[in-house]
C-alpha cells in the first residue's frame, strides 16, 4: 500500500531553517503530484507548497514564496521541503501528500494520500 513518511522536522530559531523530507513507496512515485500542508492547532490545514510529476513545475502558497523550496528526486521516490527564514507563523505540524493528476491542486480535497505528519516549531 501507498506509504507517505516524513521527516526533518524540529524545534528551531525564527531566521533559521529545516529541510523536510518525504519518503514514498507502494506507488509510481513519477506519476504523482506531490505536495505539503500544514496544520496548526485550531486552524485548517493549508497548503504549503506543491510540485508536477516531472518537477518541471511548482506553486507557493504566498506566505512562504520566497522562503521555502519545493524538489523531488523520482529516482528516490523523495520530496523535500527546504524552508529557510523561519518565523514563529510557521509552527505547525507538516504534512506529505500525493495526488495522480496532472497539476498541481492546492484544496486538500484533490489530495489522496497522506503522512503522519513531522511537528515543526519556530521560537521567537
Known amino acids: 500500500q501507498v506509504q507517505l513518511v516524513e521527516s526533518g522536522g524540529g524545534l528551531v530559531q525564527a531566521g533559521g531553517s529545516l529541510r523536510l523530507s518525504c519518503a514514498a513507496s507502494?506507488?509510481?512515485?513519477?506519476?504523482?503530484?506531490m505536495a505539503w500542508f500544514r496544520q496548526a492547532p485550531g486552524t485548517e490545514r493549508e497548503f504549503v507548497s506543491g510540485?508536477?510529476?516531472?518537477?518541471?513545475?511548482?506553486h507557493y502558497a504566498d506566505s512562504v514564496k520566497g522562503r521555502f523550496t519545493i524538489s523531488r528526486d523520482n529516482a528516490k521516490n523523495t520530496v523535500y521541503l527546504q524552508m529557510n527564514s523561519l518565523e514563529p507563523e510557521d509552527t505547525a505540524v507538516y504534512y506529505c501528500?500525493?495526488?495522480?493528476?496532472?497539476?498541481?491542486?492546492?484544496?486538500?480535497?484533490?489530495?489522496?494520500?497522506w503522512g503522519q505528519g513531522t511537528q515543526v516549531t519556530v521560537s521567537s
Open positions: 501528500t500525493a495526488a495522480p493528476r496532472l497539476w498541481i491542486a492546492t484544496s486538500r480535497h484533490e489530495y489522496d494520500y
Open positions: 507502494g506507488m509510481s512515485f513519477s506519476s504523482y503530484v
Open positions: 510540485i508536477s510529476r516531472g518537477g518541471g513545475s511548482t
